[in-house]
């Protein structure tokens, strides 16, 4: 080898090397969660990234903010984008929390000179040196950087970063019209609601990324409690940070105060008394199951998702050890009982469909019951709603034995069911009363244990099956011993 091709060669590692420092955009790949966080920018004005600590909220907050300023949006991207240079602010709680984590992660190391650019802002985005703040030693003011145009080759024209702080205080953030803000770590309420109204005359949006250890905050509760079309929230844990590898995670949540675990691994708000169920999920969950007996019984239960989203769950119950399994689960908004049942059948089409009561509700349109509707797609109807023996429909009877099987290791949760376990994280009492926000598909896993004796002892049969098929039956037996 010669020493001019040796030397092509230290200069492309040299310049290799030189990209991955300060060109960190170019290597972030969103977890399936962060990737979901961003999509939702698409539709929603507010977003929440609700997460456990070290698990990749804070940077999933600054690849969006740097994705929004460059305008160098990945081939894949389907979030919010602007095709022209924006106003941004990135917040936190004091000048020196922001300056360590939202700056840091933004613009490289503070106080570095030659790290300029090391953060998620390439370094030849930047305009000139930032300008510094007062007070906090190495802290920046205002960023300026290049913003390509959408033909990804020219620059038109320089976004504008500022950093602020919580502890400015609500009147240190008004008079400013932004395009976009992060939010890194809870804000209160009233510096929230400020932050806001920055936004309202440009059409503009935002993003909030903290782990939730104040509870069930007002902020908490805006995104939690209060139905609107402008909000979304993620919940991220441990389990979906993929660089901490599996064999970590136990010790890594152990090493958390006893009262603080929930909140610092899964983003869980500490509900305190408010949550429903408190049992571990690391208890309940179990990896999919490869071979499903057939003497199990298997049972779809709806929630219909009249004014909510749809949910579906497919759950199979063994009756010999007692234990109730979750296999599947659907949740669909926006959408049709033709769609809702194709994607039932793609899944389990033999298998019985459980209802709740208001399936007797007819639809305003044909004047059909729901449940007949559902029938009509194709889908295996039982011929009354899911109750309890003695005919009734108890809510509590229904949250009582599901703790109970939780407690006792008799309910189980397929792992990959993620918005299942969204739900759960979230289902609480507020008053003493059940809140009724994201418990789709809890309301439906309810059913199905009320339910439970309705089930078939099939095989799963996946595809679009149109008519109703005969349960198994024991040979020489002449009658259904599982009969409705």
């Not at 949006?73 to 984590?101: F, N, Q, S």
């Not at 011929?383 to 005919?391: A, I, L, R, V, Y």
Request: hydrophobic share 40%; charged share 25%; with cysteine.
């Amino acid at each position: 080898m010669s020493n001019a091709e040796l030397d092509k060669i230290i200069a492309t590692l040299n310049a290799a090397k030189t990209r991955k420092v300060y060109r960190k955009l170019d290597f972030f790949e969103p977890y399936p969660k962060q990737q979901q966080f961003f999509d939702a920018g698409a539709v929603y004005r507010e977003r929440l990234l609700m997460a456990g600590n070290q698990v990749g909220k804070s940077y999933c907050g600054s690849a969006e903010t740097a994705f929004h300023l460059t305008g160098e949006y990945p081939a894949e991207w389907l979030g919010r984008r602007w095709k022209r240079p924006i106003k941004a602010w990135a917040v936190g709680e004091t000048g020196a929390v922001t300056r360590d984590v939202s700056q840091r992660l933004l613009c490289g190391e503070p106080g570095v000179e030659e790290m300029l650019g090391s953060g998620m802002i390439p370094r030849e985005a930047f305009v000139e040196k930032p300008s510094l703040a007062r007070g906090v030693t190495d802290a920046y003011d205002t960023v300026q950087v290049k913003h390509l145009a959408p033909d990804g080759a020219s620059v038109d024209g320089i976004s504008v970063l500022r950093f602020k702080t919580y502890e400015q205080g609500r009147q240190k953030l008004q008079g400013d019209s932004i395009d976009f803000f992060w939010c890194d770590e809870e804000p209160p309420a009233p510096e929230y609601s400020e932050i806001l109204t920055r936004i309202t005359a440009t059409d503009g949006c935002g993003i909030i990324t903290f782990t939730p250890l104040q509870g069930m905050s007002a902020v908490v509760l805006r995104f939690i409690n209060e139905v609107s079309d402008t909000r979304f929230v993620v919940t991220m844990t441990i389990d979906d940070a993929l660089h901490i590898p599996a064999a970590k995670r136990a010790a890594i949540i152990a090493a958390y105060l006893p009262h603080e675990r929930e909140a610092r691994a899964r983003g869980i708000p500490m509900l305190g008394s408010g949550a429903v169920f408190i049992t571990p999920e690391s208890q309940i969950m179990e990896p999919a199951i490869q071979y499903l007996p057939e003497h199990w019984t298997k049972l779809w239960t709806l929630d219909f998702g009249i004014a909510h989203p749809f949910a579906a769950v497919l759950s199979a119950w063994d009756r010999d050890a007692d234990v109730f399994h979750i296999l599947h689960a659907i949740r669909m908004s926006d959408a049709q009982p033709l769609q809702h049942a194709k994607a039932m059948k793609a899944i389990a089409g033999n298998i019985p469909v459980g209802w709740p009561h208001d399936g007797n509700n007819r639809e305003k349109g044909s004047g059909e019951t729901l449940a007949k509707l559902y029938k009509d797609e194709g889908l295996l109807m039982t011929p009354k709603h899911m109750h309890w023996e003695d005919g009734g429909v108890s809510v509590e009877t229904g949250i009582l034995e599901m703790q109970q099987r939780m407690a006792t290791n008799r309910f189980k949760v397929a792992s990959h069911l993620t918005e299942w376990f969204d739900e759960y994280r979230m289902y609480h009492r507020k008053d003493g009363l059940i809140v009724p926000i994201m418990n789709d598909l809890l309301d439906a896993t309810r059913g199905g244990i009320m339910g439970k004796r309705f089930g078939k002892p099939l095989h799963l049969i996946g595809g679009q099956v149109s008519r109703r098929m005969e349960p198994a039956q024991a040979a020489g037996v002449d009658f259904d011993l599982f009969a409705y």
